[in-house]
């Protein structure tokens, strides 16, 4: 859903509105502890909580979120968050720094806290999954592909229309990927590869329909709709928007940057608007 940057300036023009929005989401019709009365709380006037009218309670919205220790301005948090939600291809802590006014190190912390938020739990998946690894990091001499020497490699399944799980693994040995598989595909499921025999052991071991293409004799989609060009389209998004944009990743953060494009990949139907989607996590417990 389209929410222009207007919209959002003008229903979070400053720090309260921003704050208010976190009290109603966080706390409908609060009960006082102290009077008992319920739906009593203002705004404190110079304090970034809210009171009981009987003025001997307060809720503090941020508290248990990412914004809890933050000295930031919570309208620029929350700018910096539709910045992620809206953007493509992520959003550099330079962008960051720049688009908030703030030092590069809080544009870091910011981003690394968005990340964060952006993690999702492996998904159930059933009926077509396209499963399949890429191989990320920057240009090296040798062999490229699968091989190569100091990559990082992302695996991953796509249930066709359906949701996406990556993983960072060291290798792509069956029983590797075994357990990524076996852990949230459904029986009955048809897994959809390339010619990796890891797949093929794969799918013999949880007697699963297994449907191939062979990439290296050139093929790349069948008449009967196999193929790996799903996951493959997220794949190229994924590395041109890390080139792009982050230009270079260290192995350490790889796996929230993965995050963040599953995130949004896994999002990308919703009819409210991703920042609302992203806006609604920030009390949760994240890794």
């Given at each position: 859903m389209r929410y222009s940057i207007l919209e959002f300036h003008r229903q979070y023009p400053d720090n309260n509105a921003c704050l208010a929005k976190l009290f109603a989401d966080r706390f409908h019709k609060p009960k006082c502890e102290v009077c008992g009365r319920v739906d009593q709380y203002h705004k404190h006037p110079t304090r970034p909580c809210y009171t009981c009218?009987?003025?001997k309670s307060h809720i503090f919205p941020k508290q248990g979120t990412i914004f809890e220790k933050s000295s930031t301005d919570l309208v620029k948090w929350f700018f910096a968050m539709y910045l992620f939600a809206q953007s493509k291809n992520g959003i550099a802590a330079k962008e960051i720094?720049?688009?908030?006014?703030?030092?590069?190190?809080?544009?870091?912390?910011?981003?690394t806290e968005i990340r964060k938020m952006m993690f999702d739990f492996p998904h159930d998946q059933s009926g077509s999954v396209e499963a399949d690894e890429t191989y990320i990091g920057g240009k090296r001499k040798g062999r490229r592909g699968r091989g190569a020497a100091g990559k990082t490699i992302v695996f991953g399944t796509l249930q066709r229309e359906g949701k996406l799980n990556t993983v960072i693994v060291p290798n792509v040995k069956a029983a590797t990927l075994q357990p990524h598989i076996q852990d949230n595909i459904a029986k009955g499921t048809?897994?959809?590869?390339?010619?990796?025999?890891?797949?093929?052991?794969i799918a013999q071991i949880m007697d699963l329909e297994h449907n191939t293409v062979e990439h290296g004799a050139g093929q790349y989609a069948k008449p009967d709709g196999t193929h790996t060009n799903s996951i493959e389209g997220f794949w190229s998004q994924l590395k041109r928007s890390i080139h792009g944009t982050y230009h270079v990743v260290s192995p350490k953060y790889l796996s929230s940057y993965v995050s963040e494009f599953a995130w949004r990949y896994?999002?990308?139907?919703?009819?409210?608007?991703?920042?609302?989607?992203?806006?609604?996590?920030v009390s949760l417990p994240h890794v």
């Open positions: 009218n009987c003025g720094e720049r688009a908030c006014d703030v030092t590069y190190k809080t544009a870091w912390r910011m981003a048809k897994l959809i590869t390339d010619e990796l025999r890891s797949y093929r052991k896994n999002h990308r139907l919703d009819e409210s608007p991703l920042f609302d989607a992203l806006l609604g996590r």
